[in-house]
């Protein structure tokens, strides 16, 4: 069965440095993993996604992640951190590969102070 | 930009009760989804529906869950007789096609607290 774990509940980070949140997954065949973003009273955005082409994924605001399938993890990157990337993180996984739905990991909570 | 539309925001009910969950897709999506998220837990996948019928379920999704695009605009999520345990943020997504996990738009949830 697909899934993904994420190994970081709660994330702090100082604006201007990096960011790194955490996630492995686990996978019978080659999955399709993505990250998405929820701000407070916002829906889930999509940041980045991984489909099998480039192993190193660019997503908007700056954000990156790198899959390495050696180690089962998508870790999500950003140089540098800005007040505004404050926010919930959710790594994703296809749940099968006839269907579309996605199946979440529990979230990574992000706070960036000044 | 195109937005996926909850109402109402959030929603109290009493134990036993029928609730409906309202949601707008986007107009030239296809797909149609239900994910919950009970507080603290994951965002967990409920069901899907395609061309008038459910296309993909999960085992959350039984009996007492029920969805409907009753006018070509609206996508209902019918929960028959709410239980303590259906507290929960509830999400609407749609896609406009294809498979694989992206081009989905989510709502911004409606909020279910059953007392």
């Known amino acids: 069965a697909q899934s993904v774990t994420q190994l970081d509940s709660h994330v702090s980070v100082s604006e201007g440095t990096p960011v790194l949140l955490r996630c492995n997954y686990s996978?019978?065949?080659?999955?399709?993993l993505f990250w998405y973003v929820q701000h407070p009273n916002k829906g889930l955005q999509l940041l980045l996604k991984?489909?099998?082409?480039?192993?190193l994924v660019k997503g908007i605001n700056g954000f990156e992640a790198e899959f390495k399938k050696s180690e089962t993890s998508f870790h999500l990157t950003k140089p540098s951190a800005h007040m505004s990337d404050a926010a919930e993180y959710f790594c994703?996984?296809?749940?099968?590969?006839?269907?579309?739905?996605?199946?979440f990991g529990k979230g990574t909570t992000l706070s960036v102070s000044s | 930009e195109p937005e996926v539309t909850q109402t109402p925001s959030h929603q109290v009910t009493q134990m036993g009760q029928e609730v409906i969950l309202r949601c707008v897709p986007i107009?030239?999506?296809?797909?149609f989804y239900w994910y919950r998220q009970i507080l603290g837990q994951k965002v967990e996948f409920l069901v899907s529906?395609?061309?008038?019928?459910?296309?993909?379920k999960s085992e959350i999704f039984d009996d007492q869950f029920s969805v409907e695009r009753p006018d070509g605009s609206n996508f209902t999520l019918k929960i028959r007789s709410t239980k303590l345990e259906d507290s929960a943020m509830y999400f609407c997504?749609?896609?406009?096609?294809?498979?694989?996990?992206?081009?989905?738009?989510f709502g911004s949830g409606t909020r279910l607290t059953v007392v």
């Open positions: 997504a749609s896609r406009r096609s294809g498979t694989g996990g992206y081009g989905y738009t």
């Open positions: 996978s019978s065949y080659s999955p399709s």
């Open positions: 991984y489909t099998s082409a480039a192993t």
């Open positions: 994703v996984v296809i749940r099968n590969q006839a269907g579309t739905a996605l199946i």
């Open positions: 107009s030239n999506h296809l797909y």
């Open positions: 529906f395609y061309n008038n019928e459910i296309s993909e």
